[in-house]
Structures are given as structure tokens and as C-alpha cells.
């Protein structure tokens, strides 16, 4: 089992940052790749970003390239999601989740409960 706990969520204006934290516990953190999906009101959940066990390795969803960077500690068993030049649009309850390199919700045996994000307008 894997136990995952994200943080750093808020309230935030267009325009401005945030890092999300993602602090794991159990199974040894660096055998697993950890995704990021967000899931909007009213939308289905959806990828944002991925990383590899090692953390040489990284994917990004469309939407949030050039703006999010993900990135992981396996001394700490956190890993991060820092999230630039913020929009209304990247409002969503995020989650971070351990399981195998790929897009796909189905890939990921563990999640956290998620951590708002609003951007205001």
C-alpha cells in the first residue's frame, strides 16, 4: 500500500503560482512513477503531468505545457507540482497518483483525496 497526502492547494489571481506537494508513505517511493490529474466541476478527472520513478523523465498534458513543471525528491518522498501563470480554466481539485509511466487514469493503483485549486479572474 501507498499512502499519498497532497497540500498547497488555494485561492490564487490569473497570473500568479502555486506548488502542490504530494508527501508518500508505505512501499518505496522511487519504484513507482507519480502522475497529476485534476478533475474540474462538473468535468471528468484528467491528466496533467507524469514523472518517472527516477525522475528523469517527464510528460505533460497540452493544456498546462510550458506552464507546469513536475518534479520529485525520493529522499523526501514528496513530489511536486510547481504551477505558473496560473488560469481560470486550470481551476480543479488535483491529485497526485503512484503507479506506472503513462496517461491513462487506469495506470494508477494509489491516489491522494486531492487539494483545491481556484483561480480567480
Known amino acids: 500500500q501507498v499512502q499519498l497526502v497532497e497540500s498547497g492547494g488555494g485561492l490564487v489571481q490569473a497570473g500568479g503560482s502555486l506548488r502542490l506537494s504530494c508527501v508518500a508513505s508505505g512501499r518505496t517511493f522511487s519504484n513507482y512513477a507519480m502522475g497529476w490529474f485534476r478533475q474540474a466541476p462538473g468535468k471528468e478527472r484528467e491528466f496533467v503531468a507524469v514523472?518517472?520513478?527516477?525522475?528523469?523523465?517527464?510528460n505533460y498534458a497540452d493544456s498546462v505545457k510550458g506552464r507546469f513543471t513536475t518534479s520529485r525528491d525520493n529522499a523526501k518522498n514528496t513530489l511536486y507540482l510547481q504551477m505558473n501563470s496560473l488560469k481560470p480554466e486550470d481551476t480543479a481539485i488535483y491529485f497526485c497518483a503512484a503507479g506506472i509511466f503513462g496517461y491513462s487514469q487506469g495506470k494508477y493503483d494509489y491516489w491522494g483525496q486531492g487539494t483545491q485549486v481556484t483561480v480567480s479572474s
Open positions: 514523472i518517472r520513478g527516477s525522475g528523469r523523465g517527464t
